[in-house]
């Protein structure tokens, strides 16, 4: 037969493929950021690469997505804001500024905040509101020193500018009092401002300048005092870089738990700790003061710490107790979104809905928590799989058989194994949650759901047995819950004594001994050695018999001895 060839088709000209259809750098980095949110460097390139292009939506585009990661970090925020306010659009500068009071507020941000007043506006009482609210936030920090110099410079010249002598003389109150506020904090230039503030006094009255200085000279000293302790923490927290080192933008990296982050770690924990001391003497006097302190403080250590949840956990305990339940419970959620695999911190919030009685809140918290363990099973099993492989093969038959084969427990790579037991732990508890809160229907329908993973590993299976047996008095229901773990775990030694010792619980010798020969056959060597010693174990102790049928069958191996647990005693010769 005659065949045809298909016509040639010709794409028009519009739609034939050009370069400028090619994805950019900026695409390119976007994508991979988006695949990993973690690669510090490439967040750097990005930001630089949106820059770079002039293109302000491209520069939103990357500082948003930049600060849905690191949503607190003092440098990123105040390099979106600028990109506005060159461009003059302040609506937008105003509305990132609202934005980011909302969160923790660094003196970075409030240092650029002030700058931005003074620029924009000359209305003396407009300034002078914008440094009472940045030094009510941040006053009280080691570097807002030169804030605290800067706002004194400002009345100064407000006290100068007075027109009647009453004006001049509530200046002079007024400074007095900032002067006051300043010189109790260990602030880096502490110091200086004390020299200023004799100077001061001194070229006012020098007959009340010694009366003014020696009431204050006692908080003053606290506070220089106090200052030297603090570079020693903060030498080691905040180490200073070099121009030539220092990155466009400082991002908390994940942890490898290294010697030098766990001692990072204990510093961190050491300076917290060293907050909530009151090493200035607060908690009589100045109690909302203190607060505002250690709150400032964990604000600090959450941020440079961000993927450490022991750190969050502190933060959340220390609001907690102090009764801020409102602010902690927004610091537990912030925690979790930085770090949503983390047990200690699901767990607390579990824990708090749970005394809330929020318990369908409770079951979503559970949903969640399992289903970011169970993405990441899939990762690190999907990995484990992959690095089974060790050569390349033609057979794809082979290849998917070695891919697709259920991996045993005694083969399965240490994090996999891990990982699941991790995972089992979380069903467990959200057995026990069902248990407890709303009976057996709610613990049976957990356990049904657990059955449908397929990395639920068997201690969930024994948790369920053991909760049917002890709880509800459920017997039958718990052998079936066994006998169902058996199909999957039946390899697995360490489930199979679970059950045996279950078994032999109940003096349920018939199913005992089925469950012993069942299984013995099957082992491997050293996994029946085990089984034979426990079997052997009973029979001797408490057997009708000690010649038992299954103990003729005993393994090949002529250095295995039962096991006979016999009371030793001490002989003594009688004289």
């Known amino acids: 037969m005659k065949t045809t060839a298909a016509p040639e088709i010709t794409l ?3 739609d034939r493929p050009t370069a400028s259809t090619k994805p950019t750098e900026f695409d390119l980095l976007r ?10 460097a490439g967040w750097q390139k990005f930001i630089v690469c949106a820059e770079d292009s002039g293109d302000i939506e491209k520069v939103k585009t990357a500082y948003e997505d930049l600060l849905k990661h690191y949503p607190h970090t003092s440098t990123v925020q105040i390099s979106y804001i600028k990109h506005f306010s060159r461009s003059g659009t302040f609506d937008q500068v105003e509305h990132l500024f609202e934005r980011f009071f909302k969160g923790p507020k660094s003196v970075e941000l409030l240092r650029f905040y002030l700058s931005y007043i003074r620029r924009k506006t000359s209305a003396t009482d407009t300034i002078r509101k914008a440094y009472e609210f940045v030094l009510s936030r941040v006053g009280h920090e080691r570097d807002s020193g ?10 100064n010249a407000e006290r100068v500018d007075s027109k009647s002598k009453q004006e001049k003389e509530q200046k002079v109150d007024h400074l007095r009092q900032v002067y006051a506020r300043a010189v109790r904090i260990p602030l880096e230039n502490v110091e200086q401002l004390w020299s200023d503030y004799k100077n001061f006094e001194i070229l006012l009255n020098t007959a009340t300048a010694k009366q003014f200085t020696s009431d204050l000279f006692p908080a003053y000293t606290r506070a220089y005092n106090v200052l030297h302790e603090l570079n020693k923490h903060n030498s080691y927290l905040f180490p200073p870089t070099t121009t030539s080192t220092q990155p466009l933008h400082y991002l908390p990296t994940l942890p490898t738990f290294t010697p030098s982050e766990r001692q990072l770690v204990g510093k961190w924990k050491a300076y917290l700790k060293w907050e909530e001391s009151d ?3 607060l908690q009589e006097t100045e109690t909302a003061l203190l607060h505002s302190r250690i709150s400032r403080a964990y604000q600090k250590a959450v941020v440079q710490m961000r993927y450490f949840p022991e750190i969050w956990f502190m933060a959340y305990t220390r609001m907690n107790n102090i009764g801020r339940h409102h602010e902690a419970i927004q610091i537990l959620k912030t925690g979790m979104d930085a770090n949503p695999a983390s047990f200690v911190l699901n767990f607390a919030h579990i824990d708090l809905l749970e005394s809330k009685r929020e318990f369908q809140e409770v079951h979503n918290a559970f949903d969640r928590f399992l289903d970011v363990l169970r993405k990441n099973l899939e990762i690190v099993h999907k990995e484990a799989s992959t690095a089974s492989v060790h050569e390349p093969s033609d057979s794809d038959t082979v290849l998917n058989t070695i891919l697709t084969a259920p991996m045993l427990s005694s083969t399965e790579p240490g994090e996999l194994m891990q990982r699941k037991q991790e995972y089992g732990l979380v069903w467990i508890m959200y057995l026990r949650f069902g248990r407890r809160a709303e009976g057996v229907q709610t613990a049976r ?20 047995a053991s909760t049917e047996y002890h709880c509800f008095g ?3 229901v718990a052998i079936k819950i066994f006998n169902l773990g058996m199909k999957l775990y039946s390899d697995d030694m360490d489930f199979v004594l679970k059950y045996f010792r279950f078994l032999i ?8 001994q089925a469950l012993f020969e069942g299984v013995v056959s099957a082992c491997p060597p050293e996994h029946s050695k085990i089984l034979w010693q426990h079997w052997s174990s009973y029979q001797y ?3 009708r018999k000690a010649n038992d049928a299954s103990l003729s069958r005993r393994p090949s191996d002529q250095t295995f001895r039962p096991t006979l647990y016999l009371p030793r005693h001490r002989c003594r010769c009688l004289t």
């Open 31 to 40: 994508a991979r950021l988006q695949k990993y949110p973690f690669d510090v």
């Open 146 to 155: 030169d804030i605290w110099a800067s706002y004194i410079t400002f009345l």
């Open 541 to 543: 102790q408490y057997a």
């Open 12 to 14: 028009p000209k519009n």
């Open 445 to 464: 329908m957990i356990f049904a759901k657990a059955r449908q993973c397929k990395f639920t590993p068997w201690q969930a299976y024994e948790a369920a």
């Open 505 to 512: 619980s109940l003096n349920d010798e018939n199913n005992a």
């Open 279 to 281: 090493p200035l003497g």
């Open 474 to 476: 459920e017997k039958e």
